[in-house]
């Protein structure tokens, strides 16, 4: 699945505040390795190498386009480099303080029990901060399952966009935490963001084509690219059934143009005892 930075970085204002309010709760002093797990751009993970300028910091991505934008983008930062590297393999050194993940760990089924490997890998002091997304019961999110489950559409995508249940309940972190010798700071947020008029497209639809809808439109490219697409069912019908159906859960402000998007993010943050 390809990532497109530049979209990704459309909404950048809504985007990059929960990313503040988690490591805002990141209390370390001077710790020495940092590390930012799915990075994405790394316009946020050059806010830790200023914060913590002795230390090195490091922004790990699977996406290699990201980590190219990354590395173009800040390459005159001593103390910041980034890295290709699936989540799922890797683990922190010892010298590792801190961790920051946010919005990656909705990707991963199971993550829990990645989670927990990290955890236990940390050594005393070091801190742990991330934030998961927590919005598959939206309507942007509940119309895009169900659409892609219709019997029009199933055929060709089902089982494509993950389900809802891959996200965990707060209290159910919390444990994790304390369960593997950390501290528990945990909490979820519901962002109220007023998304701006868009003269091509409903503005929830540009929201989503930045993230959600990344794994249909690699889906039906795959598709396409081995004929087994067939005509008038692209990826682009498909946008424009969902966008049909936005337009009703999410109907514009008719001054404006604006669309107001309720967004819930959960919170984890610890230390090691």
Same mark, same amino acid.
């Not at 159906?245 to 993010?265: C, I, M, N, Q, S």
């Given at each position: 699945?390809?990532?497109?930075? &530049?979209?990704?970085?459309?909404?950048? =204002?809504?985007?990059?505040?929960?990313?503040?309010?988690?490591?805002?709760?990141?209390?370390?002093?001077?710790?020495?390795?940092?590390?930012?797990?799915?990075?994405?751009?790394?316009?946020?993970?050059?806010?830790?190498?200023?914060?913590?300028?002795?230390?090195?910091?490091?922004?790990?991505?699977?996406?290699?386009? %990201?980590?190219?934008?990354?590395?173009?983008?800040?390459?005159?930062?001593?103390?910041?480099?980034?890295?290709?590297? =699936?989540?799922?393999?890797?683990?922190?050194?010892?010298?590792? =303080?801190?961790?920051?993940?946010?919005?990656?760990?909705?990707?991963?089924?199971?993550?829990?029990?990645?989670?927990?490997?990290?955890? =236990?890998?940390?050594?005393?002091?070091?801190?742990?901060?991330? &934030?998961?997304?927590?919005?598959?019961?939206?309507?942007?999110?509940?119309? %895009?399952?169900?659409?892609?489950?219709?019997?029009?559409?199933?055929?060709?995508?089902?089982?494509?966009?993950?389900?809802?249940?891959?996200?965990?309940?707060?209290?159910?972190?919390?444990?994790?935490?304390?369960?593997?010798?950390?501290?528990?700071?945990?909490? #979820?947020?519901?962002?109220?963001?007023?998304?701006?008029?868009?003269?091509?497209?409903?503005?929830?639809? #540009?929201?989503?084509?930045?993230?959600?809808?990344?794994?249909? %439109?690699?889906?039906?490219?795959?598709? #396409?690219?081995?004929?087994?697409?067939?005509?008038? %069912?692209?990826?682009?019908?498909?946008?424009?059934?969902?966008?049909?159906?936005?337009?009703?859960?999410?109907?514009?402000?008719?001054?404006?143009?604006?669309?107001?998007?309720?967004?819930?993010?959960?919170?984890?943050?610890?230390?090691?005892?």
């Amino acid at each position: 699945m390809k990532w497109d930075p &530049q979209l990704y970085l459309k909404f950048s =204002d809504h985007r990059d505040r929960p990313y503040f309010d988690l490591t805002g709760r990141v209390f370390a002093d001077s710790p020495r390795k940092v590390v930012d797990l799915g990075c994405g751009p790394g316009n946020l993970t050059k806010t830790l190498a200023e914060r913590w300028p002795e230390a090195q910091v490091f922004g790990l991505d699977s996406s290699p386009e %990201m980590v190219a934008k990354a590395r173009h983008s800040f390459s005159d930062i001593e103390n910041l480099s980034f890295d290709v590297v =699936d989540a799922n393999a890797w683990l922190p050194d010892s010298d590792v =303080d801190g961790v920051v993940s946010n919005a990656m760990l909705q990707w991963i089924p199971g993550h829990a029990d990645l989670m927990a490997k990290w955890l =236990d890998h940390l050594t005393e002091g070091a801190w742990f901060a991330v &934030q998961i997304p927590g919005n598959f019961g939206a309507q942007s999110h509940v119309i %895009m399952h169900d659409l892609a489950e219709s019997p029009r559409w199933r055929p060709l995508v089902s089982g494509v966009l993950r389900h809802k249940d891959v996200v965990h309940q707060p209290d159910e972190y919390l444990h994790l935490l304390r369960n593997h010798g950390m501290t528990a700071d945990v909490w #979820e947020t519901t962002y109220s963001h007023i998304l701006p008029a868009n003269k091509e497209r409903h503005p929830v639809l #540009e929201w989503t084509r930045g993230t959600t809808l990344r794994p249909l %439109m690699a889906a039906f490219q795959k598709l #396409e690219e081995s004929g087994q697409l067939p005509e008038g %069912m692209g990826y682009e019908t498909y946008e424009s059934e969902y966008e049909h159906h936005l337009k009703d859960a999410y109907p514009l402000d008719p001054k404006t143009g604006e669309a107001v998007f309720f967004f819930r993010r959960i919170f984890v943050v610890g230390q090691k005892n």
